[in-house]
């Protein structure tokens, strides 16, 4: 190895100007035995805490696991403890919208009220999952305590457990889109908790929520009443209908020329403390439907004052309004669809 003379000579003068200091050497022995007997105490530690490491890893991975060595997946449970299958309906979204014969309707609506003997009305034809269908009305019941059902909300595969109708029952106005889609589960036995709400609209007054709920593949919707009850749904339900969104069969609104989809609209009107067209007490309008898809907003107008306005997103609206002050029942109730620029799409209904 090469010495450089100059380096080798400033060492020797730095070393001979800096002596080192004098040390006890028996204070160092004592030091590297306190330093070797905590090394040993901390590799015992160590083994310890990796041990309880270990343990905490198996518990977890044994609690992460289904029976098979499956990992969980999101709805296992849900599925499991608040839905159970139809016999010989199909699960989820399949399960509605169905055309169906008047017999399987009728096994269906038996399935649902074990307790209604009576027949469904004979003047309906038309049997789709999802949706109401009218019960005959017993003349000979007379004054019941018991109101007669009106409708059978004719159910999908997913029967909603007893602890989720419960919880629907006792809040029937909820505040949450989960919860909603709980609510709206109950009534349709389907389960929609996954869905999406593209539309949703409350009135205070009524005491009562409409919306619009869309399945992940987008294939299926199904609009909602909640709260106040309509006059001929029971109190403890919904109204529902259920439609797939490229067959949309009702309600259906008169096509435009050119339009790549039909228009739908339903909606139900109420007026209160009315004598000779004359209603002193306000009134009402509730529904949904869907518009063009470049519609933004539709704007519900009855009389003088300001009307109501909502959203509408991807075309479904939904409406709750009440219209407070008098009203002259001749005045036509008009509904009217805009863009985001404020032009006129369609007017919808100008009916009373």
Known sequence: MYNDPEVSAELHRI???????????????????TTRRRRKYLSIGGAV???AAAAVVATFLSGSLHAGGKPPVAGDQQENSQFSAV??????????????S???TERRCSLRYPGEKRPL????????SGRPIGYAFDKTAGGSAQPQRMACLIPGGDRPSAVLIAAAKADPL?????????????????????????AFDQSAKLKEAWLVAVSPSGRTAISCQ???????????ESEINAV?????????LPPVPGAARPDLLRVATGAYGCESYQCSEGSSAVGWGRAAANATTVKLERGPGPGHEVKVTDGWFAMAWFRAGALDTKKRLTITAYDKDGKVVRVLRTTG
């Open 15 to 33: 070393a001979d100007d800096q002596p080192l200091t004098p040390f006890d050497t028996a204070a160092v022995l004592n030091r590297g035995r």
């Open 49 to 51: 805490t990796g041990v």
């Open 87 to 100: 016999p010989g309906v199909p699960r989820g979204e399949d399960g509605v919208a169905q055309k169906l």
């Open 102 to 104: 008047r017999a399987e």
């Open 121 to 128: 009305s004979a003047t309906t034809t038309r049997f789709i």
């Open 174 to 198: 909820p505040t949450t889109d989960a919860n909603r889609l709980r609510n709206c589960s109950v009534a349709a036995w389907t389960d929609m908790t996954t869905w999406q709400i593209k």
């Open 226 to 236: 909640l709260g106040n009850s309509r006059m001929w749904v029971p109190q403890s």
């Open 244 to 252: 797939k969104t490229d067959k949309m069969d009702a309600p259906v």
